[in-house]
Nanobody, 122 residues
Framework: VQLQASGGGLVQAGGSLRFSCAASGRTFDNYNAGWFRQAPGKEREFVAAISWSGGSTYYADSVKGRFTISRNNAKNMVYLQMNSLKPEDTAVYYC????????????????WGQGTQVTVSS
């Protein structure tokens, strides 16, 4: 499956952004999806994940209550709504897909989109 992320940009602290990830190549509703991020000089970290049906979601503690992951299998899309953004959310964000639900480790994901940059100014 091929993934294409979009929606990054520059935003002030407290603002909102919405990421979209478009999937193609295979039946996307066979896959669980996740969002990860990587800040300069840091390892890639888990942000959020969603099961193939959308019925289960998982979040990193650092984004819980501020970010919402969702998907629309009819459109082969996964979304990440980010509210109340903080400067520490600044990173390159990646969407990813895996056949196993609930995974939070990058190495466990099989397919990756290109990164999209988010910069949150204070």
């Amino acid at each position: 499956v091929q993934l294409q992320a979009s929606g990054g940009g520059l935003v002030q602290a407290g603002g909102s952004l919405r990421f979209s990830c478009a999937a193609s190549g295979r039946t996307f509703d066979n896959y669980n999806a996740g969002w990860f991020r990587q800040a300069p000089g840091k390892e890639r970290e888990f942000v959020a994940a969603i099961s193939w049906s959308g019925g289960s979601t998982y979040y990193a503690d650092s984004v819980k209550g501020r970010f919402t992951i969702s998907r629309n299998n009819a459109k082969n899309m996964v979304y990440l709504q980010m509210n109340s953004l903080k400067p520490e959310d600044t990173a390159v964000y990646y969407c990813a897909a895996t056949t196993i639900v609930g995974l939070t480790t990058p190495d466990e994901y099989d397919y990756w989109g290109q990164g999209t940059q988010v910069t949150v100014s204070s």
